[in-house]
């Protein structure tokens, strides 16, 4: 059973376009949290979400919407995509906010491929 | 805001050998600090972790030291594998979210 799931895996598109990455949690977490790593690995937090609420939003391009239907989904979706956008894209989520007292649950990501 | 830096980036040990890696933190408000294993293709995980009320923390083959006052804090890998090959990240945090260090590639050879 895959705890935290993301489609898809793999996303390759144009620049211009606009595009949407999906994250399913089947732990029964509240909160949710989308990484970017970068070509050189570097792992940055973009937004965490809790109970459907947004919580975290690190300076990310306004290009970038997260929207949450319900505690179990979290979805990124990029409009006019560039090609700085190219990255791995990380799902996570915990059982709640406090990171000291809940482990926070990475998904496979989604490797994005600007063009 | 909190500055993560881990070093060394590359990491290459035999079998057997011990590992260690080593992270330094700016924010000395900063009171958790976790290190994850990333396997190829997969999402990080979680190995080990240690609350700035201690100073080592030990699991099996992998132990984590913390120096609040120098602000810095290591994992040691003891009795490498094969199957430790992987990129390794410390991060660090106040309890809202974490902050990554860079990464460091370690290559266990058999």
């Known amino acids: 059973d895959t705890a935290v799931s993301q489609t898809p895996k793999y996303l390759v598109t144009q620049m211009g376009n606009d595009k949407s990455i999906k994250c399913e949690q089947n732990l029964g977490h509240d909160t949710m949290y989308w990484y970017k790593q970068d070509s050189k690995k570097f792992l940055k937090i973009m937004f965490s979400y809790n109970n459907k609420e947004l919580i975290i939003n690190e300076t990310v391009p306004n290009r970038f919407s997260p929207k949450s239907p319900d505690k179990a989904h979290l979805n990124l979706h990029i409009n006019s995509l560039e090609l700085g956008d190219s990255a791995v894209y990380f799902c996570?989520?915990?059982?709640?906010?406090?990171?000291?007292?809940?482990?926070?649950?990475f998904g496979p990501g989604t490797r994005l491929t600007v063009t | 805001g909190e500055n993560v830096e881990q070093h060394p980036s590359t990491l290459s040990v035999q079998e057997g050998d011990s590992a260690v890696i080593k992270c330094t933190y700016s924010d000395s408000a900063s009171n958790y600090f976790p290190w994850y294993k990333q396997e190829l293709g997969k999402g990080p995980q979680l190995i080990i972790d240690i609350r700035s009320n201690v100073g080592e923390k030990k699991d099996q083959r992998i132990a984590v030291t913390l120096n609040k006052t120098a602000k810095h804090f290591s994992l040691h890998i003891t009795e490498t594998q094969p199957e430790d090959s992987a990129v390794y990240f410390c991060?660090?945090?106040?309890?809202?979210?974490?902050?990554f260090g860079t990464g460091t590639r370690l290559q266990v050879f058999p």
């Open positions: 996570a989520s915990s059982q709640g906010l406090d990171l000291i007292s809940y482990e926070q649950y």
């Open positions: 991060a660090a945090s106040r309890g809202d979210k974490l902050i």
